[in-house]
T-cell receptor, first 108, second 121 residues
Framework: SQQGEEDPQALSIQEGENATMNCSYKTSINNLQWYRQNSGRGLVHLIL?????REKHSGRLRVTLDTSKKSSSLLITASRAADTASYLC????????FGTGTRLTIIP | GAVVSQHPSWVICKSGTSVKIECRSLDFQATTMFWYRQFPKQSLMLMATSNEGSKATYEQGVEKDKFLINHASLTLSTLTVTSAHPEDSSFYICSARENVPGAHWNNQPQHFGDGTRLSIL
């Protein structure tokens, strides 16, 4: 089944800086979603962007989607220590399949 | 908001035991539920799609006789790991697709449980 790849696998930044994570996928999608996962816990849905959308904002989150390049990015602005978690992209086309995830660490 | 309850949150048992994990949608009906598996530091891998009142659809490489899925009602799906062995130790997460009137099924929200950590000794 399709799985996306995320880049970087791990990212450490200082609190207050912006964090950017990228996701690439292989086949066509209906929408792409970003989730957050704290260590050993379930998923929290962050944002959904449809295939006909190019950019979407939600609070400190900004997501872009380029279907021609089959890629998406998640930007978290003004990062906080509480943003430390894994971030996964998920591609929806009949099924919801996940990327490999980026482990984000915010250094206070 | 919509809540998915998954139980138990963790279980430790001896090799050869069968373990049942429940997934409930608490305030919405879910015709379709999904079971995922996650190994340490890896992403979620879809194991099977559970449809209310019919047989589950398993992903390639997932043994249906090993991972029994039952979706007997619109709010409950269960995953039973039969004769579990240490290699079955993993984090299992269920998800329920909410039936939102008027929304295309591909855009319907999918809500996740908190997961079950299964350790087989």
């Amino acid at each position: 089944s399709q799985q996306g790849e995320e880049d970087p696998q791990a990212l450490s930044i200082q609190e207050g800086e912006n964090a950017t994570m990228n996701c690439s996928y292989k086949t066509s999608i209906n929408n792409l979603q970003w989730y957050r996962q704290n260590s050993g816990r379930g998923l929290v849905h962050l944002i959904l962007i449809r295939s006909n959308e190019r950019e979407k904002h939600s609070g400190r989150l900004r997501v872009t989607l380029d279907t021609s390049k089959k890629s998406s990015s998640l930007l978290i602005t003004a990062s906080r220590a509480a943003d430390t978690a894994s971030y996964l992209c998920a591609m929806r086309n009949e099924k919801l399949t996940f990327g490999t995830g980026t482990r984000l660490t915010i250094i206070p | 908001g919509a809540v998915v309850s998954q139980h138990p949150s963790w279980v430790i048992c001896k090799s050869g035991t069968s373990v049942k994990i429940e997934c409930r949608s608490l305030d919405f009906q879910a015709t379709t539920m999904f079971w995922y598996r996650q190994f340490p530091k890896q992403s979620l891998m879809l194991m099977a799609t559970s449809n209310e009142g019919s047989k589950a659809t398993y992903e390639q490489g997932v043994e249906k006789d090993k991972f029994l899925i039952n979706h007997a009602s619109l709010t409950l799906s269960t995953l039973t790991v039969t004769s579990a062995h240490p290699e079955d130790s993993s984090f299992y997460i269920c998800s329920a697709r909410e039936n939102v009137p008027g929304a295309h099924w591909n855009n319907q929200p999918q809500h996740f449980g908190d997961g079950t950590r299964l350790s087989i000794l």
